[in-house]
């Protein structure tokens, strides 16, 4: 032990499991104790009501735990175009959203300019390799070794430099996804279940379907190839994959690449269910909280943080939301996370951060 | 030639000390304020003042704070907008409260709020670091934000939902609403600004300031230098709130003079002033003026220069150059000066104390 | 503090009596790895004492016990009398114990100057409105201050590189600005991990003068770290020697050269 390495857990308090009982059993003595209290039924709205009417209309639940599934998978498959670039470059890649956007962007436009559907989707292809390699050559070559905050906010300039081009060259007006022409599916499907009526989306069964899928090639990907066991390397120390001779230019153009089709697959899925537009930016954000839940580098974390934030905030939206004049949405998968960051900083799955000295 | 330190002597560490050690330093500060104060109110435009140099006094009061946090201890915030906006909403509900107390009172008071809001979102700064940091603080971003919008009382319950600037005076003279000069407004906030970065100056040199760097640098070595860690992080969470809280109440009510401030303390803001303190020179006080001038002058001067140099852009066309600009230069700068105009502007009066012989 | 070099070769004003510190059968572990078993040792007042030990044998973890950056899941650490389970970092730092790190721990951004001032940190009491407007009472704090720490500053032969960021200077300086910054904080007892790893023979004899000029002109005690055995037979008044995070040996710097186990720790055992 000649180096700082970790610290060990200090005292009792510091173990999450410990902390998490006080915490509960804090909450229930504090919640009998209300509700004992409570004489104008405010924690009774909060902490009774809302089970009571999911109890009453278990159709409506479904209905949002399926709403909330599906806003979890798109930002899932925006959180791991994060995690593929922080695993293979150390770099935190703030603009993997407004690459959706671009993406998406891209192929309605060259769609909008009379390209075939399939065509537009291969150039589309082409225009990310493009960009993959631009980032490479101008960004990411300059800053290597650079400490991670600073390719952190190169990324920021990236960001800033695809929405001014992006809308320099498309407008910044809403488009319609070509859904009908990728022969995507439309319409819902009924089910008759638990006394009601819950009505399932076809495109987002397809974009579970496509994100499963794409998901389990991923893994498979990096997992057992070559390249894959390469672009590990490369996310443990940059130096050290250069002195066994990886190209680390290489690596980075396929795996910006990469990002680049889980980002255009992402488009199309959500530009299929809403519209093409810019707003996708601050959505987009929400892939930092799946983040947080799921650590940095962990794609089931992604995918699992994913859907805890989509179904946590479309129940706390339905449910809650409404207590509070609504539109909590916004920033409910924030707090979510911000919470589960107290008792455990390094995410669901991510590795232990260790600090050294 | 006249930029030499050769000759000047320092007898005492308080001369020694001094923020300005050089004479031409001094001088050149009291010229630009002279500048400040009499060339520019006198011959500047009242379009100028009112669009070009208002803002870039209330950027550089948010920048200065949000650098910092930033750029002095190392904590990044992707929330300075919220927290201006807490500011805004402040002023407006003590100038409601307080209709007698002067208005500038309110604003410097009203950083006071936004300083505790900024301590209470900066509390898991202790357990989180960089990116995790900077996603909490979009909590704060986006809660904040909403907050503004569905708080009714923030408003005062009005229908339109914005903030109305009510007219207040000193001596006669309106300060705010709508019969304020530019001029007016521009003086208040000159003072504003000089006062407030005297405080900084003063904090970053100091004890503090150097406690905030140490946690930037080595926060374990601070550690064990006897600095308490929370403490450093909070207070740099309170001040540079502060700051962004009284830069918040001075756009609302000596710049835009009303209006949907929700839209206006939106994340865009955020990510620009982080900018305007990456371009700036991170750690750098005026490194926060040059970011400031250059990111608020720069679309003015893309709108209405470009044309004028008979270039024809549209005003769409100019904001999209303006994204594609802010973030070229900010790859730019980050891979030719990580330490931004401040590293630059340090360069060149190196350059100019050994002119014309280098070597 | 007097910045005028002294004579050291004169009679050394060391009081070696009191315990200031000692560890009482400490054991550190991480998860299943034992960094350090069941160790006790004493530092007496005004005395330098070594740490020595081949790598890995706990010795760095041993100090991050004395001050609170690691808490031991067993045994104690009595300090100036006071026994504690646990160590806080700043409060070992408030109760007058500083340390040097095996790789430099300076605050790379700031000036050598600003570095040093930072040990003083806890010695200025000023709130933080004087601080702000660094008029009266925090000016003057600030410049007594400077006072000292130009002092140590003389003192370490430093002056030329006062105002220079610390991250662009050579690796012994940046050991020296390491010490100076823990010297600001007029410790009782400094540690120093190592203070001459990576040094050249000229590096080293400055650092050796260095320290036993803290020991003698201001009577700091001192428990050092280092792998050089000439520096650490020269330097120290005990030895304390650890392998595999035991104890194996403890005295003078004599009586260990001669201990068995030493020698086989150091030179393996014949089987």
């Given at each position: 032990m000649s180096d700082i390495a970790t610290r060990p857990a200090?005292?009792?308090?510091?173990s999450p499991l410990v902390k998490f009982g006080l915490l509960l059993a804090a909450i229930v003595v504090a919640l009998a104790a209300g509700i004992w209290l409570d004489s104008s039924n405010t924690l009774y709205a909060i902490f009774v009501d809302p089970f009571r009417q999911m109890a009453q209309a278990p159709d409506l639940l479904v209905q949002t735990i399926w709403e909330g599934l599906v806003s979890g998978v798109l930002y899932a498959l925006i959180a791991l175009g994060f995690v593929l670039i922080f695993k293979a470059s150390?770099?935190?890649?703030?603009?993997q959203g407004i690459m959706v956007v671009f993406a998406a962007l891209t192929l309605v436009g060259l769609y909008e300019k009379g390209v075939p559907a399939f065509l537009a989707v291969i150039i589309t292809l082409g225009v990310m390799f493009a960009l993959a390699v631009a980032i490479e050559r101008v960004v990411l070559r300059p800053l290597v070794n650079q400490p991670d905050i600073i390719l952190f906010m190169a990324t920021f300039g990236i960001t800033y430099f695809l929405i001014g081009f992006g809308e320099a060259l498309f407008g910044g007006n809403p488009k319609q996804m070509i859904a009908d022409q990728l022969y995507l599916p439309k319409g819902a499907i009924d089910l008759q279940i638990l006394g009601g009526l819950v009505s399932l989306q076809k495109i987002d069964i397809a974009a579970a379907v496509i994100a499963s899928l794409m998901i389990a090639a991923l893994a498979a990907f990096f997992q057992y190839t070559r390249i894959g066991r390469a672009l590990r390397a490369v996310a443990d120390s940059h130096k050290a994959a250069l002195s066994v001779g990886i190209s680390l230019n290489q690596i980075w153009v396929i795996v910006w690449f990469t990002a680049g089709i889980v980002a255009l697959i992402t488009g199309i899925m959500w530009g299929a269910r809403s519209d093409v537009s810019f707003a996708l930016e601050i959505v987009a954000l929400k892939a930092l909280p799946v983040l947080i839940l799921g650590g940095f580098t962990s794609i089931p974390g992604a995918i699992v943080g994913g859907l805890i934030i989509g179904i946590g905030e479309k129940l706390g939206e339905f449910y809650w939301g409404p207590l509070v004049g609504g539109g909590i949405e916004s920033w409910l998968a924030y707090f979510i996370a911000l919470g589960f960051l107290l008792f455990r900083p390094q995410g669901l799955f991510g590795d232990k951060i260790i600090e050294r000295i | 030639m006249l930029y030499r330190e050769a000759g000047q002597y320092k007898s005492t560490y308080a001369a020694d000390m001094?923020?300005?050690?050089l004479r031409e330093d001094r001088i050149g500060i009291a010229v630009i304020l002279a500048i400040a104060l009499v060339a520019i109110p006198f011959f500047g435009s009242d379009f100028f003042i009112a669009s070009v140099m208002i803002p870039f006094l209330v950027f550089s009061l948010a920048a200065i704070g949000l650098n910092i946090l930033t750029g002095y201890t190392g904590l990044i915030s992707l929330g300075t907008a919220a927290f201006m906006g807490v500011g805004a909403y402040s002023c407006y509900k003590l100038t409601t409260l307080?209709?007698?107390?002067n208005i500038i009172v309110l604003i410097l008071l009203s950083g006071l709020f936004s300083a505790g809001i900024g301590v209470l979102f900066g509390l898991p700064s202790l357990r989180i670091k960089g990116f995790y940091l900077a996603v909490a603080t979009l909590a704060a971003q986006f809660f904040l934000q909403w907050a503004f919008v569905r708080v009714p009382w923030l408003f005062n319950y009005n229908a339109s939902g914005a903030i109305e600037v009510p007219q207040r005076t000193l001596f006669d003279i309106p300060l705010t609403g709508a019969s304020a000069t530019p001029e007016t407004r521009y003086f208040v906030c000159l003072g504003l600004v000089v006062v407030l970065t005297w405080f900084a100056s003063n904090l970053v040199h100091g004890k503090l300031g150097r406690s905030w760097m140490a946690v930037r640098d080595m926060d374990i070595a601070a550690e064990l230098m006897g600095i308490k860690l929370l403490n450093a992080k909070l207070m740099a969470f309170a001040v540079s709130s502060y700051f962004a809280g009284v830069a918040g109440a001075m756009m609302i009510f000596l710049w835009y003079g009303g209006g949907e401030a929700a839209d206006v303390f939106s994340i865009r803001l955020s990510f620009s002033i982080l900018f305007m303190v990456i371009i700036g020179g991170l750690g750098s006080l005026i490194g926060s003026f040059f970011g400031a001038a250059f990111l608020s002058v720069l679309p003015t001067a893309l709108k209405f220069g470009l044309p004028a140099l008979g270039v024809p852009i549209g005003g769409a066309a100019a904001e999209h150059v303006t994204f594609m600009l802010v973030g070229a230069l900010i790859i730019t700068f980050l891979i030719?000066?990580?330490?931004?105009l401040a590293r630059l502007w340090q360069i060149g009066k190196q350059k100019l104390r050994t002119w014309p012989f280098p070597y | 503090m007097n910045a005028e070099p002294m004579n050291v070769t004169g009679t050394p004003l060391r009081d070696k009596g009191e315990v200031l510190l000692s560890v009482e059968n400490i054991s550190l572990r991480f998860g299943g790895v034992k960094a350090i078993t069941d160790v006790s040792f004493d530092i007496r007042k005004g005395e330098i004492r070594a740490i020595i030990g081949p790598n890995g044998a706990g010795k760095t973890s041993m100090l991050n016990c004395i001050n609170g950056f690691y808490q031991p899941q067993e045994g104690r650490v009595v300090f100036k009398g006071e026994r504690r389970a646990k160590m806080r970092p700043h409060r070992a730092a408030a109760g007058g114990i500083a340390r040097t790190f095996q790789n430099v721990a300076l605050f790379k951004g700031m000036s050598t100057l600003d570095n040093i001032m930072t040990g003083r940190t806890l010695k200025m009491k000023r709130g933080f409105f004087w601080q702000a407007l660094r008029h009266g009472p925090a000016l003057h704090e600030e410049i007594e201050h400077r006072r000292v720490v130009e002092d140590i500053i003389d003192f370490l032969q430093i002056e030329h590189i006062r105002k220079l960021p610390v991250g662009k200077l050579p690796y012994g300086l940046q050991k020296r600005v390491e010490l100076g910054r823990a010297l600001a904080m007029e410790p009782e007892l400094l540690l120093l991990d190592e203070?001459?790893?990576?040094?050249n023979l000229e590096e080293k004899e400055d650092m050796c003068r260095f320290i036993l000029d803290v020991n003698n002109q201001f009577g700091t005690t001192i428990a050092l770290i280092e792998h050089d055995m000439g520096v650490v037979m020269d330097l120290s008044d005990r030895v304390v020697v650890l392998e595999y995070g035991r104890k194996i040996a403890d005295g003078t710097p004599d009586e260990v050269k001669r201990d068995q186990k030493v020698i086989d720790a150091y030179l393996g055992v014949a089987h």
């Open positions: 200090p005292n009792l308090l510091a150390g770099v935190f890649n703030f603009a | 001094g923020v300005f050690p307080f209709p007698g107390v030719v000066e990580p330490h931004g | 203070p001459m790893a990576g040094m």
